[in-house]
């Protein structure tokens, strides 16, 4: 079982949603600009959220948000995107591990996005538990208890979207 989010987050979430005007079944499609302060908290809080979800069903501390380098997440998520390979750009931002969802499809809706972040993280998780970091790194580096903070950057397309989570 997973807490609830934050009541932090919820409002936030909450306040962002109802400033988009109309209800979620009528309303376009939100911009896909990530770079927007208000798409960004909530994208970083669900990535973020999640990961900590999953580390407190085993006990694990939490990791703080790592925000002092989300201009370096984004852009390490669009390098990734322009030359196709995850991975590519890995310890740009000083991470000291990274997992990736390249190019995962999702439109530009903010709960297309919100869904395939949750989508992202639940199948690096799944991958554990085990030993061998070949087959169950993602899941290891999420369960490291060496690692303080988590930080996740995202490049969208019209039908796509890169997800970077970098540990440290």
């Not at 900590?52 to 370096?72: E, F, G, V, Y």
């Amino acid at each position: 079982m997973h807490p609830a989010p934050s009541s932090t987050f919820l409002g936030f979430l909450t306040a962002f949603l109802m400033g988009c005007g109309g209800d979620a079944s009528t309303s376009s499609p939100i911009a896909p600009d990530l770079n927007t302060a208000s798409r960004r908290a909530v994208l970083d809080s669900v990535c973020v959220d999640q990961v900590n979800a999953d580390r407190s069903s085993l006990s694990l501390a939490r990791l703080q948000d790592w925000t002092d380098s989300i201009a370096c997440f984004t852009r390490q998520a669009a390098l990734d995107d322009a030359g196709g390979t995850a991975h590519s750009h890995m310890g740009m931002c000083s991470e000291r591990a990274q997992n990736t969802c390249p190019g995962w499809s999702s439109d530009t809706s903010l709960s297309n996005q919100v869904r395939t972040i949750k989508s992202c993280v639940a199948m690096m998780w799944a991958e554990g538990p085990g030993s061998d970091y070949n087959i169950h790194g993602h899941y290891i580096n999420m369960t490291q208890t060496g690692y303080a903070k988590v930080g996740c950057g995202f490049h969208q397309t019209l039908d796509k979207i890169w997800i970077d989570m970098d540990l440290r």
